[in-house]
């Protein structure tokens, strides 16, 4: 939680101070082996130099190394994260097919509903950023409604703040796009959409300073707006013109002084058309000349301030050169809709592909996952067994085999015999090395597959055999001083093992099966000592 606020800070007035907690926070999650924290706080470092960061080399850098990270790490709802925070940087450099897939797979990750609702919202909010950085605010929309419907699920509404005003902004944007197509009636249906977006802003708990400022702004320039366009102003309809534009100067003093370059981009030109529209035409020519395109982020603010100055300069101009202008601005716009239209194609397309392979690769997962235990199953280990020919260097292979397990489920039943063997497959996995396959081969039988390290040199088998005893005996004295008493009172579990090792490759097309054969007749011997040291154990009558 404390990584995500700092994650919202980022973006606010005290970003210095909340980049300087994310990094002392994953220090010390790192130092407390939390890794999934530590990652979080990462990925807070690399939000914050996304939007404050203006070498967009080390921030495409950054966020690659994010990504590596969280993909090694194997959260899936981080990796998510990680690829719509380069889906943004991406959008930042034009790069409309990095920004296309990497959102398009963040979103199909997160398409499981067992993951957090707080990674996923903000999975939903960064990919709602990424697509508006084309112009693709249908689909930014539907990001935004699906964040918002994850709220409730949330352990903290820390999303809510960004959502509510980026929701304010979206609408503004397709405005203005929708003005500069000459859609007069459809953009004011989406200001008006803006005018309550701004309110239900203004209604929500945690917002910042300066959003809370800008939401007020668009609230009152909004109201100016529909009044000049002969639509109901709001509650404050009473007001004057002039008593607005009084208003509107002291918002645009505060923003401009709180170094706003968000909403002010967008709430000029809006203001400048509505002096047009009222008739006060030397004002909005004197207002329409300080318009400038500003390095924002917001898409609509590339274009509208120039359009909405054209507008206003050109005005009722008569004249061909004139109209002839104005028409090819119009052709020019409806062309730029139209290649939106087929971005906007392709962005779902991409979405649907993704989500195919993320489905296909969990089928592919699941069909070679043991369900009780979550290890690799026979299956799994069959597709070794075959493909080890293709292999190269030595392998080991340890077996593992629970001892009298049928007399736990005799003597306490199938769900505690279930427990026992998703507690010894617990074992198992922790006491593999990274890039070992652990597998429960069926019943109560369980394997570890190991390999060379690819980084390193050839291990000799001799070697590998050491290495795979010292793992067996591990994992034996991990079961057996399991506190098995805390699930049945006096219940005890043990487990035999049987270990080999040697080559694999093509020169030793029987390898994985000779090993198989080696490592099942020392479980049965370790099996039988074990039972006939039983039997001796045991008092006689």
Not at 219 to 230: H, T, W
Not at 296 to 325: I, M
Not at 477 to 500: E, H, I, K, Y
Not at 503 to 526: C, F, I, K, Q, S
Request: contains cysteine.
């Amino acid at each position: 939680m404390r990584a995500y606020e700092l994650m919202e800070l980022t973006q606010g007035d005290a970003h210095l101070q909340a980049r300087a907690d994310l990094e002392a926070l994953e220090v010390e999650a790192e130092r407390r082996g939390w890794a999934r924290v530590a990652l979080l706080a990462a990925a807070g470092g690399t939000l914050y130099a996304l939007v404050h960061d203006e070498d967009r080399d080390r921030v495409d850098q950054v966020t690659r190394t994010l990504l590596h990270r969280t993909e090694a790490a194997g959260f899936p709802e981080l990796t998510a994260l990680s690829l719509a925070l380069r889906a943004v940087a991406a959008g930042g450099r034009g790069d409309s097919a990095t920004l296309l897939g990497d959102a398009g797979r963040a979103l199909a990750l997160i398409e499981d509903e067992t993951l957090p609702a707080l990674d996923r919202c903000m999975v939903l909010v960064v990919c709602g950023a990424a697509y508006n950085t084309l112009s693709l605010w249908e689909l930014t929309d539907q990001m935004y409604d699906a964040a918002g419907a994850l709220v409730p699920l949330c352990e903290r509404p820390v999303h809510q703040p960004a959502l509510a005003m980026n929701r304010v902004l979206l609408r503004l944007e397709w405005a203005a796009a929708l003005f500069e197509l000459a859609e007069r009636h459809e953009a004011l249906v989406q200001l008006q959409r803006a005018a309550e977006a701004a309110d239900l802003a203004l209604g929500t708990a945690g917002l910042p300073a300066l959003w809370r400022g800008g939401a007020e702004a668009c609230r009152d320039v909004l109201a100016f707006v529909r009044q000049a366009f002969g639509m109901s102003p709001g509650p404050d309809g009473s007001l004057s013109v002039d008593q607005r534009l009084v208003v509107l100067h002291r918002h645009r003093t505060w923003l401009a002084d709180s170094g706003d370059v968000e909403v002010l981009p967008l709430l000029d030109p809006l203001v400048v058309l509505g002096l047009c529209e009222v008739g006060r035409s030397a004002e909005a020519v004197a207002a329409a000349a300080d318009l400038v395109t500003p390095g924002s982020s917001s898409t609509g603010a590339r274009s509208f301030p120039q359009w909405v100055r054209a507008h206003v300069l050109t005005g009722d101009a008569p004249g061909q050169a004139v109209a002839a202008h104005q028409a090819y601005g119009l052709s020019m716009a409806r062309a730029r809709w139209a290649a939106r239209l087929g971005v906007l194609a392709a962005a779902r397309s991409k979405i649907a592909t993704e989500r195919l392979a993320v489905e296909h690769a969990r089928l592919s997962r699941d069909i070679l996952l043991d369900p009780l235990t979550g290890l690799s199953n026979r299956r799994g280990f069959d597709e070794w067994l075959t493909q080890s020919r293709l292999l190269a260097g030595s392998a080991a292979l340890i077996l593992v085999d629970l001892d009298v397990f049928k007399e736990v489920n005799d003597v306490h039943g199938h769900a505690v015999g279930d427990e026992v063997l998703r507690q010894v497959g617990r074992q198992v996995a922790r006491h593999v090395r990274a890039g070992d396959m652990a597998l429960r081969l069926g019943g109560d039988e369980f394997a570890v597959v190991m390999h060379d390290d690819v980084d390193a040199a050839v291990t000799p088998p001799h070697a590998m055999l050491d290495l795979a005893t010292e793992r067996a005996q591990a994992i034996s004295d991990a079961v057996a001083n399991a506190d098995w008493g805390r699930l049945v009172p006096g219940l005890t579990v043990r487990v035999s093992v049987g270990v080999a090792a040697g080559p694999l490759g093509p020169e030793h097309p029987g390898g994985a099966g000779v090993l198989y054969r080696e490592a099942d007749a020392r479980l049965y011997a370790a099996k039988s000592l074990g039972r006939a040291g039983a039997e001796a154990a045991a008092p006689r009558g």
